[in-house]
């Protein structure tokens, strides 16, 4: 799905590009101020509501290229590709990636678009800059896939970052089984590899070879519902109930980010929806690549639709989970999962809302972690599962959902290749979500 601006074209002076000593450079359109809290920040993602020209009419967001440059030391320019989205509120955004802000830092950054600059003309130099390929603007970015009804891949570069797994097939229970719930699998580095579980085609009552395959990639779910006066397992998906997904609302992607967001009925036994949920799934670029997984941010709004919902369970069998790919619990001792927590003594089965909690796994001769982080808007108290070895965990509340109401819920996924980052690498992450950086539009 491909969003557009209506009347946004950038107007370029074709005539006579050629041959006649016309350059490409770069219309600055808004200067923004951004300032850092107190954290340094990696890899953090920043955005602000623009405005474009009006002499820029009709064309594709996706087809703009936007080029990020901070204003400093001429010899030490740092220059970052940006990407146009329209956001809720159909207003245009600009986004981008930021690879360092320096704790309680203000910067100013310039936001450009590509035009045909003639050399005779008087642009300004306040207006305009070389456009050149000192680094990455758009050559490599995020796209879809889906070959089949099964599945919709995200890929940056070519190579596959994620698998959205969203088929429901009740020809035979074995069928039903593998697709009664949507979930989110992570791909290596190489985009070859599942870092997530799966159900991988083997029904637990009839070969039960996956420890708990009902632990899907990155889901979520309650294993005690209850909904007028009846209890459902929306965790083991036992007794007929299902989460289908019913169409996509919106699928962008481009040099900054992807982003899609799916409409989810939770079906009860005869098929009828007790909640109607939108996930939206964002991942963003970032630096190294090569080390795997990537940062994702997972919104979903969970909307009650025939009456009051009550979301029960315990922590080890609801709310929103990572699961570790199968042969994490299948290894040798030297690849169980390991967790780090804020701070030393945490007991996660005792303690209560911690703000985030990350997970060190070996997986095909690699280590792995991943960094769970929970918004401080979200049902409070929470308790975080991270304990068992076999490779998952996330945060679990409880929480009443009157009907016709809908229940908000944020988190943020880090995953890296490598060993386990220090605490203070995570408590960064961590404040670049909560404590994001403010950016000002300067007149």
């Not at 989205?85 to 930021?98: D, H, S, T, Y």
Request: proline fraction near 5%; include cysteine; glycine fraction near 8%.
């Amino acid at each position: 799905m491909k969003r557009q601006i209506r009347s946004l074209t950038i107007i370029l002076a074709i005539v006579g590009a050629c041959g006649s000593g016309v350059a490409t450079g770069a219309e600055i359109i808004a200067h923004l101020r951004v300032s850092a809290p107190n954290a340094d920040l990696v890899d953090v993602p920043v955005h602000a509501v623009i405005e474009l020209p009006k002499r820029l009419t009709g064309a594709r967001l996706e087809e703009i290229k936007v080029k990020i440059t901070q204003l400093s030391d001429l010899f030490k320019t740092v220059s970052v590709p940006g990407q146009l989205v329209l956001n809720e509120k159909e207003q245009l955004e600009v986004w981008c990636v930021i690879p360092r802000l320096e704790a309680n830092s203000t910067s100013t950054w310039t936001v450009g678009v590509p035009v045909l600059v003639y050399p005779n003309t008087d642009f300004g130099p306040e207006k305009a800059f070389s456009w050149q390929s000192d680094t990455d603007f758009g050559e490599k970015a995020f796209s879809w896939q889906s070959d089949d009804a099964d599945y919709l891949d995200l890929l940056f570069d070519g190579r596959k970052v994620t698998r959205y797994m969203y088929a429901y097939d009740t020809s035979s229970p074995q069928r039903r089984f593998e697709t009664y719930k949507t979930f989110l699998h992570i791909f290596d580095a190489q985009g070859e590899n599942l870092l997530t579980n799966g159900p991988d085609g083997v029904h637990p009552y009839l070969e039960d070879k996956i420890l708990y395959p009902h632990h899907r990639g990155i889901f979520i779910g309650w294993s005690r519902l209850e909904f007028t006066g009846s209890r459902y397992d929306f965790w083991g998906m036992g007794g007929g109930v299902s989460q289908v997904h019913q169409k996509f609302l919106e699928q962008i992607a481009g040099p900054v980010l992807a982003r899609s967001t799916a409409l989810i009925h939770w079906n009860d036994k005869n098929g009828e929806p007790i909640i109607a949920e939108q996930r939206q799934t964002t991942v963003f670029r970032q630096s190294d690549p090569i080390r795997g997984g990537g940062l994702l941010e997972l919104r979903t709004e969970l909307k009650a639709v025939r009456g009051d919902v009550e979301l029960g369970g315990d922590p080890e069998h609801a709310g929103f989970q990572y699961r570790a790919h199968n042969d994490v619990d299948s290894g040798g001792k030297e690849v169980k999962a390991t967790y780090l927590f804020h701070d030393d003594g945490v007991d996660p089965k005792k303690d209560i809302d911690l703000p985030w909690a990350a997970m060190s796994y070996r997986l095909n001769n690699q280590q792995y972690c991943v960094l769970h982080m929970d918004h401080p808007s979200n049902p409070r108290p929470t308790i975080y599962s991270a304990y068992r070895d076999y490779g998952r965990f996330g945060a679990f509340f409880t929480h009443t959902i009157k009907s016709g109401e809908t229940l908000k819920l944020c988190y943020r996924i880090w995953i890296v290749g490598g060993e386990m980052p220090s605490r203070q690498q995570c408590i960064s992450r961590y404040s670049a979500f909560v404590d994001c950086p403010q950016v000002k539009v300067l007149d």
